[in-house]
């Protein structure tokens, strides 16, 4: 872990709140250059660090670890590599503490790791239905993987807001192909009215943002585009007027970044990539469209700006998703061996 992205934050906020009625200790595999991620971990959560960086020292201190784990131990693994040496340390020295895997992004859509040692592991914590149907098409039961999605702290609604004024906001990285697909993002705003204008929140390679811009000035775009770069909390400085999420992804895992809107009453509009129908609810928090359908984006963004969806309901839509809802469904998780 660099402990500077996303799944550090879901960490983090996952031990804390398990950590109220569970002893919980953390055992990182590597010594992160940031640190600040750290200092976020309640007390009362023991963290383990390595030493050193080299291989030999670090398979012995992993083992270490796994030897010392009794049969009441659950032992949560963010990487697949790991599960597969825990699996083995388990077998040879005939342990009984149980493997979960807990994976923070597209099982196949990635070179990391190979899939098939994620089988290595007792059962599955999945983060969204997407990885839920990947680990089922690696072959594991579905009585072993549980849907647990990740915690999302309820946030104050962005109101008193200009109405007459309408812009998208996107906030990611800037990749105008791949994975973000910022080039139909683009070609959906040069087919929408002059007025809408589109705030952007992220950074990039030179290369990517270059290609962006060049894009853009082909497309007469420039003026209504305002570039805000890499900002801490985006939240805090969005424009006061009305105003949509956009994403135009190729696939995510489960997007944070819509779950973040929704929970200040900001609905979104998202392509339909595997795995979003776990946070939007048609014409309640926001709209969807099929990938590569220009027109179809086109019309997301004429009916969101046009409605008047409540912002109350756009942010009780995702309540599975709130603190208390999903502590206690992780923790049946964690203390059920199988559904069956």
């Given at each position: 872990?660099?402990?500077?992205?996303?799944?550090?934050?879901?960490?983090?906020?996952?031990?804390?709140?398990?950590?109220?009625?569970?002893?919980?200790?953390?055992?990182?595999?590597?010594?992160?250059?940031?640190?600040?991620?750290?200092?976020?971990?309640h007390d009362n959560i023991k963290l383990k660090i390595p030493r050193l960086n080299n291989?030999?020292?670090?398979?012995?201190?992993?083992?270490?670890?796994?030897?010392?784990?009794?049969?009441?131990?659950?032992?949560?693994?963010?990487?697949?590599?790991?599960?597969?040496?825990?699996?083995?340390?388990?077998?040879t020295f005939l342990k009984k503490y149980k493997i979960y895997s807990w994976i923070h992004?597209?099982?196949?859509?990635?070179?990391?790791?190979?899939?098939?040692?994620?089988?290595?592991?007792?059962?599955?914590?999945?983060?969204?239905?997407?990885?839920?149907?990947?680990?089922?098409?690696?072959?594991?039961?579905?009585?072993?993987?549980?849907?647990?999605?990740?915690?999302?702290?309820?946030?104050?609604?962005?109101?008193?807001?200009?109405?007459?004024?309408?812009?998208?906001?996107?906030?990611?990285?800037?990749?105008?192909?791949?994975?973000?697909?910022?080039?139909?993002?683009?070609?959906?705003?040069?087919?929408?009215?002059?007025?809408?204008?589109?705030?952007?929140?992220?950074?990039?390679?030179?290369?990517?943002?270059?290609?962006?811009?060049?894009?853009?000035?082909?497309?007469?775009?420039?003026?209504?585009?305002?570039?805000?770069?890499?900002?801490?909390?985006?939240?805090?400085?969005?424009?006061?007027?009305?105003?949509?999420?956009?994403?135009?992804?190729?696939?995510?895992?489960?997007?944070?970044?819509?779950?973040?809107?929704?929970?200040?009453?900001?609905?979104?509009?998202?392509?339909?990539?595997?795995?979003?129908?776990?946070?939007?609810?048609?014409?309640?928090?926001?709209?969807?469209?099929?990938?590569?359908?220009?027109?179809?984006?086109?019309?997301?963004?004429?009916?969101?700006?046009?409605?008047?969806?409540?912002?109350?309901?756009?942010?009780?839509?995702?309540?599975?998703?709130?603190?208390?809802?999903?502590?206690?469904?992780?923790?049946?998780?964690?203390?059920?061996?199988?559904?069956?």
């Open positions: 872990m660099s402990g500077s992205g996303g799944t550090e934050t879901v960490l983090t906020k996952v031990a804390n709140l398990l950590s109220e009625k569970n002893e919980i200790t953390i055992v990182l595999v590597n010594n992160p250059q940031n640190k600040i991620w750290l200092c976020k971990l291989s030999f020292y670090l398979i012995w201190y992993v083992f270490k670890e796994l030897v010392i784990s009794s049969s009441q131990t659950r032992i949560i693994i963010l990487g697949a590599n790991i599960i597969r040496f825990a699996s083995l340390v388990k077998r992004f597209s099982l196949f859509e990635q070179k990391m790791f190979n899939p098939h040692n994620i089988l290595k592991a007792d059962y599955h914590l999945a983060i969204s239905s997407t990885i839920a149907k990947q680990l089922q098409q690696l072959g594991v039961d579905n009585s072993k993987i549980f849907l647990v999605y990740n915690p999302i702290e309820k946030n104050r609604l962005i109101t008193n807001i200009e109405s007459n004024n309408f812009s998208l906001v996107y906030v990611g990285r800037i990749l105008f192909d791949g994975q973000k697909n910022l080039k139909e993002l683009f070609q959906g705003l040069s087919k929408t009215e002059s007025n809408i204008g589109l705030d952007l929140f992220g950074d990039g390679s030179e290369e990517s943002k270059n290609t962006c811009l060049n894009y853009i000035k082909r497309k007469n775009l420039t003026q209504r585009i305002h570039w805000h770069g890499w900002v801490k909390d985006p939240w805090k400085v969005m424009p006061r007027k009305k105003i949509a999420l956009i994403l135009t992804s190729k696939y995510e895992g489960l997007p944070m970044v819509m779950l973040e809107a929704i929970s200040r009453g900001i609905p979104v509009i998202t392509a339909r990539f595997s795995g979003y129908e776990d946070v939007l609810i048609e014409g309640i928090n926001g709209y969807s469209y099929p990938q590569g359908d220009i027109a179809a984006l086109v019309t997301a963004i004429k009916k969101v700006k046009d409605k008047q969806l409540d912002p109350q309901k756009i942010a009780a839509s995702i309540d599975k998703f709130y603190s208390k809802s999903y502590v206690k469904n992780f923790e049946i998780a964690i203390n059920n061996n199988s559904r069956g």
